[in-house]
């Protein structure tokens, strides 16, 4: 099993940058792929951005293309997600999770998931 707890959330102003973390501990880190998930008030849990094992392959959400960077260090048992250019719209409650096998947009294929960090984005 393994347990996860994000930090790094916050109140900033459009077009500042925020930096998630999410620290795992238990089973192997390294052997799950990794994955960020947002869920905004009244509206369904989205994915936003996904890692491999290795953090040799990334997949993100279209719209955080280009402003968000996933990464992780596994000796650190560390899931990372580098918010810049933040808008309104990247408002929600961020949440980390973990995987076997490959990394996935499907959140019904995680198995692990944090509590989640708020993330508020004022205009």
């Known amino acids: 099993q393994v347990q996860l707890v994000e930090s790094g959330g916050g109140l900033v102003q459009a077009g500042d940058s925020l930096r998630l973390s999410c620290a795992a501990s238990g089973r192997a880190f390294s052997h799950y792929a990794m994955g960020w998930f947002r869920q905004a008030p009244g509206k369904e849990r989205e994915f936003v951005a996904g890692?491999?094992?290795?953090?040799?392959?990334?997949i993100y959400l279209d719209s955080v293309k280009g402003r968000f960077t996933i990464s992780r260090d596994n000796a650190k048992n560390r899931l990372y997600l580098q918010m810049n250019s933040l808008s309104p719209e990247d408002t929600g409650v961020y949440y980390c999770?973990?995987?076997?096998?490959?990394?996935?947009?499907?959140?019904?294929?995680?198995?692990?998931w944090g509590q989640g960090t708020q993330v508020t984005v004022s205009s």
């Open positions: 999770a973990a995987k076997s096998d490959l990394t996935s947009r499907e959140g019904r294929e995680y198995e692990y």
């Open positions: 890692t491999s094992w290795s953090g040799g392959l990334k």
